[in-house]
């Protein structure tokens, strides 16, 4: 799964020594543009991990093709994340992410899980970790028959998220998780 191949690819990364690494999602959806501006919050803004968001403004989204029964529901996931984790992240749940190695030194990525839920899992280590997280405005093009996951897989993905912000209140009063 997407969690596993990525654990796989930020291993080889961090191996041969990368300072940088970028994680863009290889179905076509995000556009490249978002990089350089990605890796000037990190050179020049002390940013340590940056993510991409699509809602500047909200309806680029269904401008660029993403279904429109999940525009909503993607909002309101992001609402409950920033509430829960306390971050001015705008979008939690995309596919563009730009990571360093300080990052990692701080994180444990490889415990992550396997699945789509690895890059949220990810952001909420990095705020328990107190890890500068920045963000960037990147364009999007949903076309062709990959639009995104299915409703089914979006469900799923979702019950996983609340799971995953169950896990980090309980580490947040002390708990292990």
Do not use: C
Request: charged share 25%; proline share 3%; no cysteine.
């Amino acid at each position: 799964g997407y969690g596993e191949n990525l654990k796989r690819a930020l291993a080889i990364a961090l191996n041969r020594n990368a300072d940088i690494i970028v994680d863009l999602h290889p179905d076509g959806e995000y556009l490249p543009s978002a990089l350089p501006p990605a890796l000037e919050k990190i050179q020049k803004g002390g940013y340590e991990f940056v993510v991409g968001h699509r809602f500047t403004p909200t309806d680029r989204l269904l401008n660029s093709g993403m279904h429109s029964w999940k525009v909503l529901p993607i909002l309101a996931l992001n609402y409950i994340d920033r509430l829960i984790l306390r971050i001015k992240i705008t979008d939690f749940h995309q596919g563009f992410r730009v990571y360093t190695r300080k990052l990692f030194e701080k994180v444990n990525f490889e415990v992550n899980s396997n699945n789509y839920l690895f890059s949220f899992e990810l952001i909420t280590q990095a705020v328990l970790a107190e890890i500068n997280i920045g963000e960037v405005a990147v364009e999007t093009s949903y076309r062709g028959e990959k639009r995104g996951a299915s409703l089914k897989n979006s469900i799923k993905y979702s019950l996983g998220t609340f799971k995953v912000l169950l896990l980090y209140l309980l580490a947040k009063m002390g708990f292990k998780t």
